[in-house]
């Protein structure tokens, strides 16, 4: 063991440092990737400015997009955020985090749609002022259940959503092809 690594804290088994740096990396996307299914069950795959809070992402988006229409005919969805490809030197261990979501529609009546739309205006500017007042704009709040972090190759994590302290490190699965085998 070298002096280094003898002076730094010992990581806690519980996550609580995974889910930290999961968060950390949510809060430097503006956008996410989301896999929704349309009624006839095809999947459809789009992206959309997000906001995090209180351990959930919400999604301000119109009638007219797909997703829309795919997330009120079906709650279940996934979402993925990526580091940026400049970023990242090998695509096949991508920094990489995803969840299933449940998604549903917060109603402009409520306390919460106020304050979740001044948090958008906050991230995105101004634009908000404007589409807060389209009636074909939606707010949904999708919660995150299962979910996997990705760091690096032998680096996957499995996740209990965004307030749960949990990070389980995956350890099987690569297995290599065996060279006497006919």
Not at 71 to 85: M, P, T
Not at 95 to 110: C, E, H, S
Not at 113 to 140: A, N, S, T, Y
Not at 146 to 171: D, I, N, P, S, T
């Amino acid at each position: 063991m070298t002096e280094q690594n003898q002076h730094q804290t010992p990581k806690t088994n519980d996550g609580a440092d995974l889910v930290a740096e999961v968060r950390d990396f949510i809060a430097t996307r503006k956008l996410l990737n989301l896999a929704s299914l349309a009624e006839d069950g095809q999947p459809h795959a789009s992206t959309a400015p997000f906001l995090a809070a209180d351990g959930n992402f919400y999604l301000f988006i119109s009638d007219l997009s797909e997703h829309c229409a795919n997330l009120k005919a079906n709650s279940k969805a996934s979402v993925i955020f990526n580091a940026d490809e400049a970023d990242t030197k090998q695509a096949f261990a991508r920094l990489r985090v995803t969840f299933n979501v449940q998604a549903g529609v917060i109603g402009r009546a409520l306390p919460l749609w106020q304050e979740r739309i001044e948090q958008l205006r906050e991230k995105f500017g101004p634009v908000m002022d404007h589409l807060k007042d389209l009636e074909d704009f939606h707010l949904f709040e999708l919660k995150p259940s299962a979910g996997r972090y990705v760091k690096g190759f032998g680096q996957a994590y499995a996740l209990e959503g965004m307030e749960k302290q949990v990070a389980l490190h995956l350890k099987d699965g690569h297995k290599e092809k065996n060279s006497n085998a006919a």
